[in-house]
């Protein structure tokens, strides 16, 4: 978006898609950009390469050192956004920060961004009047940016009546009284804007009551527990077992929190098939012991028979 601002400004056409590869009809382009988030994307980064010699590729899954700062190399110091790229898209999207104060081992955010810093407002993120006050934030560690800077940003997002995603989630396990309580004035949101939530994360068995002494005070704060999800890692630690899966996973259902596993080893078919079974909703009617991941398509019904999807509270559910 900020790289396709940066050219109409100059004048130039802006041809967008998701697809790595060249259509029979595509002219050449006088500049081809590419960017990878994650390492799973290689081989559509090779792909690339080859089909549009000289792309410019960035992003942390590209395997390129310089790619992590490469729009911000471009664009210098321009930074308006172009929707028109997601005409369905209706929020106002940015960072109020960048960086994080922790260094988790299967995170780049780190050594991709630095430490925390303040960068924007909520007035440079909001598209203005004739737009809807929904904000969506990346922000990583919003509450690691210096403390009158996070407080400022929801007293802005509390007096100017904004909806809020923390997308990115909130460390519950840094979350003070005084967090909990401004929070708890503003109005948060899921991505959809729709439903209360707020984003969090279990991803250690060691820090069970670090965990939960954030989710008390957010509850005494006026946070509802079952307004969390709660992002659990799986699949990265070399001495996770089942029981200890299970465990965390049982105690954020006891207290009403969503669990949504994050596999980490794509290649662990079984953690998929968790995943499908937390995501959904299914674990409320068919226990993990029993869950069968092909009765979908072996018992599909048949004429004058009704499918039931155990999904369907996820997005409705207050």
């Known amino acids: 978006m900020l790289l396709s601002s940066f050219h109409k400004a100059r004048g130039d056409e802006v041809v967008f ?89 299967f995170c780049v955010v780190p050594g991709k961004e630095g430490a925390p810093v303040a960068t924007g407002t909520i007035a440079d993120i909001w598209r203005g009047p004739g737009h ?9 560690d919003v509450f690691g940016q210096p403390k009158p800077a996070w407080k400022a940003r929801l007293r802005e997002l509390r007096e100017g009546d904004f909806r809020v995603c923390f997308n990115q989630g909130i460390n519950i ?3 003070t009284d005084e967090i909990a309580e401004e929070l708890a004035t503003v109005q948060y949101r899921d991505d959809g804007f729709k439903v209360r939530r707020l984003y969090t994360a279990w991803d250690n068995i060691g820090d069970e009551a670090l965990f939960f002494r954030g989710v008390d005070r957010l509850e005494r704060a006026g946070i509802p527990a079952r307004h969390l999800m709660a992002y659990m890692l799986v699949g990265f630690d070399p001495e996770e077992t089942w029981e200890r899966i299970h465990h965390r996973f049982e105690r954020m ?32 009617a068919v226990p993990w012991s029993k869950y069968d991941p092909g009765a979908k398509a072996k018992n599909k019904p048949g004429p004058g028979q009704q499918a039931f999807d155990f999904s369907s509270d996820l997005s409705t559910a207050a």
């Open 132 to 140: 809807k006050r929904w904000i969506h934030l990346l922000d990583n």
């Open 173 to 175: 396990r840094v979350v």
């Open 17 to 105: 898609t998701r697809s790595p590869y060249r259509q029979m009809d595509e002219p050449e382009y006088d500049a081809v950009y590419g960017s990878a988030i994650f390492d799973y994307s290689a081989d559509r980064v090779a792909r690339l390469a080859v089909e549009f010699p000289g792309a410019i590729i960035g992003g942390t899954g590209s395997g390129k050192e310089n790619g992590k700062r490469l729009v911000e190399h471009i664009v210098g110091g321009h930074r308006d956004l172009d929707y028109s790229l997601y005409p369905g898209f209706e929020a106002s999207i940015g960072f109020s920060q960048r960086g994080c104060r922790f260094k988790c081992a």
């Open 253 to 284: 259902v006891e207290r009403g929190i969503r669990p949504y596993p994050m596999v980490y080893d794509r290649r662990r078919l079984d953690l998929k098939q968790f995943q499908r079974w937390a995501a959904r909703g299914l674990y409320r």
